[in-house]
């Protein structure tokens, strides 16, 4: 039988909307290799917290952006990710890390940085790669086969990101998201947009299990194309 042809898969949208489990379950299913990009900026922030630069100074952050060597595994059903070979999977997850990721990734020299990472990485993918982020269908991987977009309201994406922290307050995590929505979507660099030529799938109403057989089924039309 004949092997499927290469497929780069950008996945973009906001926190919430199910990127993460739709993009690591369609690469498992397809055998593609599978890209967190956020794991990544989240990464590179947990590094400058931990070697106390100044989050607050944008210079400071861009002096470091070369510093750490940060490595992504691309397996979908073993992601792993580690800074200067330290395995930080787990506290780039930590509330510190969230409340500046926005901040250090709106760094035009941070942003370079981890472009560069992503785009390597999606060329080496043999099979293909399913790679999600924010902004990878408009600048990181624009010549992307396939771009999809995946929104859902603020109230379902608050209830299912306070349903992964457990115990977190519903009201307090939309208003959280809602600011790095904008944040996100108001920097100058890369902002959080939805390419022209993007799918935009709505999964307010979905279950996971829709979004993932929603999204192989276009990533096979798009192969079946090729």
């Given at each position: 039988m004949e092997s499927?042809?290469?497929?780069?898969?950008?996945?973009d949208g906001?926190?919430?909307?199910?990127?993460?489990?739709?993009s690591k379950a369609v690469a498992a299913q397809l055998g593609l290799s599978y890209l967190d990009t956020g794991a990544q900026y989240r990464a590179i922030t947990w590094w400058m917290v931990t070697n106390g630069i100044d989050i607050d100074d944008p210079s400071a952050i861009?002096?470091?952006a070369g510093k750490p060597e940060?490595?992504?595994?691309?397996?979908?059903?073993?992601p792993t990710i580690t800074v200067d070979g330290t395995d930080v999977s787990a506290p780039i997850r930590t509330q510190e890390v969230t409340a500046r990721v926005s901040a250090v990734s709106a760094v035009p020299e941070v942003r370079t940085r981890i472009t560069e990472l992503q785009r390597s990485l999606a060329a080496a993918a043999e099979r293909g790669i399913v790679v999600e982020g924010r902004d990878i269908g408009t600048t990181v991987l624009p010549d992307a086969d396939l771009k999809i977009f995946l929104t859902a309201s603020p109230e379902a994406r608050a209830a299912r990101r306070s349903g992964e922290l457990k115990g977190a307050d519903v009201n307090a995590t939309r208003e959280a998201?809602?600011?790095r929505d904008a944040a996100d979507s108001g920097r100058k660099t890369s902002p959080l947009a939805k390419a022209d030529d993007a799918v935009e799938v709505d999964t307010t109403e979905l279950t996971l299990q829709q979004v993932i057989e929603c999204v192989v089924t276009l990533v096979e039309e798009k192969r079946a194309a090729k």
């Open positions: 499927a042809p290469a497929v780069i898969v950008a996945i906001p926190s919430g909307t199910g990127k993460s489990s739709t861009a002096d470091a940060i490595v992504s595994g691309t397996d979908p059903e073993r998201l809602i600011k």
